[in-house]
């Protein structure tokens, strides 16, 4: 269909004589946003180049490695069994840490929802609001991990650790979560109780907590579902107890691989009940 | 000259969406279908260009079959049928000119079209189609950036530049203000008229239906219930079209 | 009139019972989970001022300690740099299998059952086995780090880009193809530049995410920052911790910031 065109300009220039035009037509302004894209692409393009050629491997001869890594995953999924704990064990430490999923995400859901009254934009003072969401800004920006450890030493190992350190990770997050819900209400609906003398905390209870549950309820079971990833992953590295711990010492300690694939699929099937209720719910809602 | 013969469609067994569908279309004229919303309106339109594929009849553009048309057929086929929708439906973060630019990519090369190169030709028609709808101006503009009527514009410039021997519009105005819909309204009878292509348009409204078409086909629970001209749609028409009396309200 | 009325009232008073049965719920769930895990919320929550004093104590910054803020910085910016590596990467992986899979870019059902199933089961395995098992195999190296974050981040990227395809490119993409647009004209002309800005939305969260996460698989497989902070934590050098801990929030804040920027740019 197309013969040469755009590529050369020699065979172009006889077409242009014969109905003159001097410039070719350009089809979009540059704007600061293509420049934007391009430039994020490139750096982001040329960082990655720059990683993978100066990635340490510490000699590892990759060849064998991958296929060792075909074995273990063989091992895995293929052939999986409760290895020496037995199902049993491992169920209680699966409870465990879904208990401290779900612990975690009320103690953030409750302290996060007050917090993120207080710090939305179209509620509070501006300079009360400012404070905590910077605070809560710095809490999100250590790894959840980092406040299970420090958590540890502060207050010794243990469950009490381990839920004090997801919490606050849970906090920081459903504060910034619900507070962007908050600053999304229509203006209008909180006026409309302020003309009528409403108290803060009756206006918040009345028109703020009915509008904002659909989102406030998908938000806090997103976060459940990383706080149970984040609770298996503190049990591994922090020694916080539940699944991860049992997944850290089958995969760490005695290398045993089928158990490890047990323990994944135990894992698996709980983030997928999590997340089909999580959908359920929001289609639920949706539907209001 | 568009002419189907006997279309039919089900999404679910035993649940028809379209039956028995016949009419035959010449070119220069503009027809409305009209019906409730769920009668099927949109599978016609959809059918006619087979982005929705039927199950029977017969699709004859000039004689060629559109149903039988294979892969590459099929391509060539679609574009002589321009398509405006309800939503615009353009790609909002490019240029008004890149947009209906659009339009030529079934012309096109593989490549070239997927690398975006157009002929200066092209472009050149491409400017002159926007002066015609009026947004020579906006040419260089992102379309996130227009109103809604200018986005319809820009579809229709889209639809033209493909040289089309059909244009389908699905719902074109139902996104749109009164003043905007008059004007793209009567953009379209007006553009067809002078190019003499063939337009069909699926309507809601009854009495911009009557005021701009010539032809009006009325389709309930996927029957057609009425084809004739749009002078012959009086009251106990509409009354069977939509089972209940619709107030037909005056044109603005 | 009387009759909505009082139905309207049976309604409000069925919604407020519902609430409070929720509320009750959860209160009951958190009491007998608590008891369960033995934590007792008031000790808990008074150990929280214990624990910051603490913190202010033995985490505060000493003079000598800015003797190993050069070596914090190394790893920390190595650590940053996986990260981006890592998301880039899987970003180009995820785009190509999130074309093939999303329902209105998908070229069959098999295929979009098949990438769904694929993304899924990347996603929920923990980062913890991913980080276990390249242990295993690729040793205490950047390259396992990079690699567990890679594939977590690969299903993660996969359901992010269909689902932004399905919501944002569907329309255009119908438009393009009644023109007679071949498939890769298609891709390129409408799929793309619709869903760029949301791509790349996306790709900076994945960043800032994945320099937290990267402090999790540095700890497990010793490398980056983590491994850094593991080892200061471990010696009991707790100035030390007390400085690579501020360096991350102040790097975590620093990408958080400029990714807000680019947002605001490109949108």
Redesign the interface.
């Known amino acids: ?2 013969t040469k ?2 590529s050369d300009p020699l065979i172009q220039k006889p ?2 004589n014969k ?1 003159p ?1 001097p410039e ?6 540059t704007s600061a946003s293509t420049w934007m894209i391009n430039g994020v692409f490139i750096s982001l393009i040329l960082i990655t180049l720059y990683t993978l050629t100066h990635l340490n491997t510490e000699n590892v001869k990759m060849a064998d490695a991958f296929r060792g890594l075909m074995m273990t995953l063989d091992q895995m999924f293929i052939h999986p069994n409760a290895g020496s704990d037995g199902f049993m064990v491992l169920l209680e430490a699966l409870g465990v840490s879904v208990l401290l999923a779900i612990l975690t995400t009320i103690i953030g859901a409750v302290v996060g929802f007050f917090l993120a009254v207080l710090a939305s934009r179209n509620l509070t003072n501006a300079y009360f609001g400012a404070g905590i969401r910077s605070a809560m800004a710095m809490i999100r920006a250590i790894p959840t991990i980092l406040w299970a450890l420090i958590f540890s030493i502060a207050v010794g190992l243990g469950p009490t650790a381990a839920i004090l350190g997801l919490s606050f990770h849970s906090v920081a997050y459903l504060t910034k979560a619900y507070s962007e819900s908050i600053e999304e209400i229509d203006p209008a609906t909180i006026d409309a109780l302020k003309v009528t003398g409403a108290k803060f905390w009756t206006i918040v209870f009345q028109a703020i907590w009915p509008t904002i549950i659909p989102s406030l309820v998908s938000w806090t079971f997103i976060r459940l579902e990383i706080n149970f990833a984040n609770a298996v992953a503190v049990g591994a590295a922090a020694g916080a107890g539940g699944i991860g711990y049992q997944l850290f010492v089958t995969s760490g300690l005695s290398f045993d691989f089928h158990e490890v694939g047990y323990i994944v699929y135990m894992v698996i099937a709980v983030t997928i009940v999590l997340e089909f209720i999580a959908v359920r719910l929001r289609q639920h809602y949706l539907a209001k | 000259m568009l002419e189907v013969k006997h279309l039919a469609k089900s999404y679910q067994k035993d649940k028809p969406a379209l039956t028995d569908i016949n009419f035959k279309i010449d070119p220069g004229n503009f027809v409305a279908i009209i019906g409730p919303s769920g009668a099927g309106k949109t599978t016609i339109l959809r059918s006619l ?1 087979q ?1 929705i594929k039927d199950d029977a009849g017969e699709i004859l553009l000039d004689g060629e079959d559109i149903r039988s048309a294979n892969k590459s057929e ?6 002589q ?3 405006i ?1 309800q ?1 615009y ?7 008004v ?2 947009n209906v ?3 030529r ?6 490549l ?10 092209e ?2 028609e491409a ?1 002159d189609l926007l002066d015609k709808v009026g947004l020579s101006e906006f040419a ?1 503009q992102r379309c996130s950036e227009l109103s809604g009527g200018q986005k319809q514009r820009v ?1 229709i410039a ?1 639809a033209l530049i ?1 040289h089309p021997k059909v244009i ?1 519009c699905d719902e074109p105005i139902a996104s749109l203000d009164l003043a905007s819909s008059q004007v793209v309204m009567k953009m379209l009878k007006d553009l067809i008229q002078e190019l003499n292509i063939i337009c069909i348009a699926n309507l809601h409204q009854i009495d911009l239906a009557k005021e701009h078409a010539d032809q009006i086909i009325g389709i309930r629970h996927g029957k057609m219930v009425f084809n004739d001209v749009a002078d012959k749609l009086d009251q106990a028409a509409i009354t069977e079209l939509y089972g209940t009396a619709v107030e037909e309200k005056e044109p603005a | 009139m009387n009759g909505s009325k009082l139905t309207a009232a049976k309604y409000l008073g069925h919604k407020r019972l519902v609430q409070s049965g929720v509320l009750l719920l959860v209160g009951l769930i958190y009491v007998v989970g608590c008891y369960l895990l033995k934590f007792d919320t008031i000790q808990g929550a008074l150990s929280i001022p214990k624990a910051f004093s603490w913190l202010a104590i033995n985490f505060m910054p000493t003079h000598e300690s800015m003797s190993y803020l050069p070596q914090i910085l190394n790893k920390l910016f190595e650590t940053v740099l996986m990260a981006i590596a890592s998301v880039v990467v899987a970003a180009v992986i995820a785009i190509f299998f999130a074309i093939l899979g999303s329902k209105v870019t998908g070229i069959n059902k098999f295929m979009q059952i098949l990438v769904r199933g694929i993304a899924s089961f990347f996603r929920n395995i923990p980062l913890v086995a991913w980080a276990m098992i390249l242990l295993f195999s690729f040793k205490q190296s950047n390259f396992t780090g990079f690699l567990a974050l890679l594939l977590m981040t690969i299903g993660f990227l996969i359901r992010a880009f269909m689902e932004i395809i399905e919501d944002e490119a569907g ?2 993409m ?9 498939y ?2 298609v ?4 799929v793309i ?2 869903i ?2 949301s791509l790349i939305s996306w790709i900076l969260y994945m960043i800032e995410n994945n320099v937290r996460d990267a402090t999790l698989v540095g700890i497990l497989t010793g490398t980056g920052i983590g491994f850094i902070f593991d080892l200061y934590y471990k010696s009991f050098r707790f100035d030390a911790a007390g400085i690579t801990v501020l360096s991350i929030i102040v790097v975590v804040i620093i990408l958080e910031t400029l990714s807000n920027q680019i947002r605001k740019v490109i949108l």
């Open positions: 269909m197309i065109q755009g077409s242009f109905n035009q070719k037509i350009r089809l979009r302004k | 260009n982005l099929l391509r060539k086929l679609r574009r049928i321009g398509m929708f939503n439906n353009l790609v909002e973060r490019l240029t000119l890149e630019l659009h339009g990519l079934g012309y096109k090369s593989t070239a079209g997927v690398m975006g190169r157009y002929t200066e030709d472009k050149r400017l260089l579809g889209r493909q389908l | 329309e255009a119908l438009a393009l193809k009644a023109t007679g647009a071949s890769f004209q891709i390129f002309q409408a530049p619709q760029i800005p």
